[in-house]
């Protein structure tokens, strides 16, 4: 028969208990251990760009786009209408100053030419034939005049016989005054045409001025018609190679021209300056005489900055760069360049290569590569000034730290990566 043993019955249950509280407590102790595990670093698959921080000079610079464009240019208008005939050079071809580049024609101004010169011609012979009448009425002015005088010495001597006959009671009273008037009045008559005859002189003068303007006015109009009769044949005006024709169309024969047209455009092709477009937020310290080099694909071009645009156009400021070297072959007006401008160089300051998100005067987290290479953890970084490549670190990096310089953006949200 079964003998109940109570005391192995509870001992069954404590051990029991026992298991249960080793389990439970196992269990607990195994989750707190999982909670304070720290999730796996992500992989970064992908190749990094890093660099070393340093402490030392650091040349400011700022880069940016432009295009090589002629400091001499010579802009060939027309002074008239008129309709091309024969187009002689063609772009990219040396000119000198009197290279014709092409003919132009207008008969309406070659007739207005001709008309001009008879009408010159026929003021010419009025100004001569009012110089001869002139002549002549003074002349018989002078004539006159000198009857006159001739009749008034008589009349004169008259009168004196007159008076001396009176005293001696030989000639009546009435007698000797009327031969003392009669002079008096041929007197009075020279002393007359005298002033006429000056008269006649100061009004011929005012004439022959009048007559002699319409002749100069006249001179000038011929002048400027026989100009633009000759700048029908179109010249170059300066030695250099002609760049276009026209304005923004080339010029086609039969063309017809409106006065002030564009025809041509002349260039320098030795004298060459460099307009650079730089961001308007690295401009702000551009100034003149600042140094510059200019990359032409083909060589470096030093130069300095010559003027700086004022006004903002698409988020870029213009900044002219007087070239200052010879210039490599294959340099040409339009050719595009990439320029560099010098601001200033600091020394004894840290900085590093400059961050995909990296800005000046600003902050951003940067990933440090720990010493074995194998993982890099995020680092708080502020900044200071920025150069093209590199930039000044303020806080948080110290000489010799190894920092990823890459896009790291789609790590943001973790503090740790590795690095494969």
Do not use: C
Not at 189 to 218: C, H, M, T
Not at 285 to 294: E, F, K, N, P, Y
Not at 331 to 346: F, H, K, Y
């Amino acid at each position: 028969m079964d003998i109940p043993r109570p005391d192995r019955a509870r001992a069954l249950r404590r051990r029991r208990w026992w298991t249960g509280g080793a389990v439970v407590a196992g269990l607990i102790l195994v989750t707190a251990v999982v909670l304070r595990i720290e999730p796996a670093a992500p992989l970064v698959e992908v190749p990094v760009w890093t660099d070393t921080v340093k402490r030392g000079e650091l040349l400011r610079q700022v880069r940016g786009p432009g295009s090589l464009v002629p400091e001499l240019i010579q802009y060939v208008q027309s002074e008239t209408e008129g309709r091309v005939e024969r187009i002689l050079v063609q772009p990219g071809t040396e000119v000198f100053p009197e290279t014709i580049l092409l003919e132009l024609s207008n008969p309406e101004l070659r007739q207005s030419s001709f008309d001009a010169e008879w009408a010159l011609k026929a003021a010419e012979a009025q100004a001569l034939r009012l110089r001869a009448n002139l002549e002549a009425d003074r002349l018989a002015q002078m004539a006159a005049l000198a009857t006159l005088k001739a009749e008034f010495t008589q009349a004169n001597l008259e009168a004196e016989a007159d008076d001396t006959l009176a005293k001696d009671g030989l000639v009546p009273e009435i007698t000797r005054r009327k031969s003392r008037s009669n002079a008096d009045n041929l007197k009075a008559r020279v002393e007359i045409e005298g002033r006429r005859l000056d008269f006649a002189a100061s009004s011929a003068s005012a004439q022959l001025a009048v007559q002699e303007a319409e002749v100069e006015k006249l001179k000038a109009s011929l002048e400027l018609k026989r100009r633009q009769v000759a700048n029908l044949q179109v010249r170059a005006g300066i030695a250099g190679v002609l760049q276009q024709t026209g304005d923004r169309e080339p010029l086609q024969v039969g063309q017809r021209i409106s006065p002030s047209a564009t025809l041509a455009k002349v260039v320098m092709p030795t004298q060459l300056r460099a307009d650079i477009r730089i961001a308007e937020t690295q401009a702000r310290d551009i100034l003149r005489g600042q140094v510059a080099s200019i990359d032409t694909r083909n060589g470096i071009v030093p130069g300095r900055v010559q003027r700086v645009d004022p006004a903002v156009q698409n988020g870029t400021v213009l900044v002219e760069v007087k070239l200052e070297g010879e210039l490599p072959r294959g340099a040409r007006p339009d050719l595009s360049v990439e320029g560099t401008i010098e601001l200033e160089r600091l020394t004894n300051v840290l900085y590093v290569g400059k961050p995909t998100q990296g800005q000046e005067d600003g902050t951003a987290g940067l990933f440090k590569v720990s010493p074995g290479g194998r993982e890099a953890v995020r680092v708080p970084v502020r900044f200071g000034r920025s150069s093209v490549s590199s930039i000044e670190i303020r806080e948080g990096l110290q000489p010799g730290d190894l920092v990823v310089l890459s896009d790291m953006s789609q790590w943001d949200s973790h503090t740790k990566v590795r690095l494969r």
